[in-house]
């Protein structure tokens, strides 16, 4: 089972919102992945957790904040963003977190398509 | 020079055909290497990963690498239809072991 769930499928806020979204895996993996992706281009990495710890952060604006309660759960905190964030965003876990195992196969969920008015 | 290059198409295959897609990279240190399909509106799906230099064979779809030449292909015979979708080739980073993408190519297969 390769499976990593995302929430909610949609999401349309204003600019002035809060909102959250949510990724799950119970794959035992210790990597978890944060990708926004807008038409036409390839995703592009947010942020990386490994072992629950923030090891990746690729110069994101504070207005996404990323959380990993646990070793199967991230989520995206999003507060007063831009109609420029809208995109799909892209959740993916792995295996390997601790930069040894070059293999990292990553998995992605269905993602979340954001729209922001 | 883009760390990794693809060809963004079209490419358009006949029903059968041979579909042979491509990818460069820059890394000399990069060991692993991805393909992924993404149908549009969709997220990204593995199709295939290789590491070592050869051939790899899963179905109708063989990964090609050639690490002295930096790069990577892969072919799908017997193309259908269903395999129109956009192409992403992933290399992992030596550096950190994180992945860099290629622009993708877009294939379409004409029935």
């Known amino acids: 089972d390769t499976e990593v769930t995302q929430t909610p499928k949609h999401l349309v806020m204003g600019m002035t919102n809060k909102k959250s979204l949510k990724c799950e895996q119970h794959?035992?993996?210790?990597?978890m992945y944060w990708y926004k992706q807008k038409a036409k281009k390839p995703p592009e990495l947010m942020f990386v957790?490994?072992?629950?710890?923030?090891?990746i952060n690729e110069s994101v604006p504070s207005r996404f904040s990323p959380e990993c309660p646990n070793s199967s759960l991230l989520n995206l905190h999003l507060h007063a963003l831009q109609p420029e964030d809208s995109a799909l965003y892209l959740c993916?876990?792995?295996?390997?977190?601790?930069?040894?195992?070059?293999?990292?196969?990553?998995?992605f969920g269905a993602g979340t398509r954001l729209s922001v008015l | 020079q883009k760390e990794v290059e693809q060809n963004s198409g079209p490419l358009s295959v006949p029903e059968g055909a041979i579909a042979s897609l491509n990818c460069t990279y820059s890394?000399?240190?990069?060991?692993?290497f991805f393909w992924y399909r993404q149908y549009s509106g969709k997220s990204p799906e593995l199709i295939m990963f290789?590491?070592s230099n050869g051939d790899k064979e899963d179905g109708r779809f063989t990964a090609q690498l050639n690490k002295a030449s930096q790069y990577v292909s892969l072919l799908i015979r017997d193309s259908q239809p269903s395999d129109s979708a956009t192409y992403l080739c992933?290399?992992?980073?030596?550096?950190?072991?994180?992945?860099?993408w290629g622009a993708g190519t877009k294939l379409i297969i004409k029935p």
């Open positions: 794959m035992g993996h210790r990597a």
């Open positions: 992933a290399v992992n980073k030596a550096s950190n072991y994180q992945l860099i």
């Open positions: 957790y490994s072992y629950e710890k923030l090891s």
């Open positions: 290789i590491y």
């Open positions: 890394d000399r240190g990069s060991q692993s």
């Open positions: 993916a876990s792995s295996q390997a977190a601790r930069g040894r195992d070059f293999k990292n196969i990553q998995y």
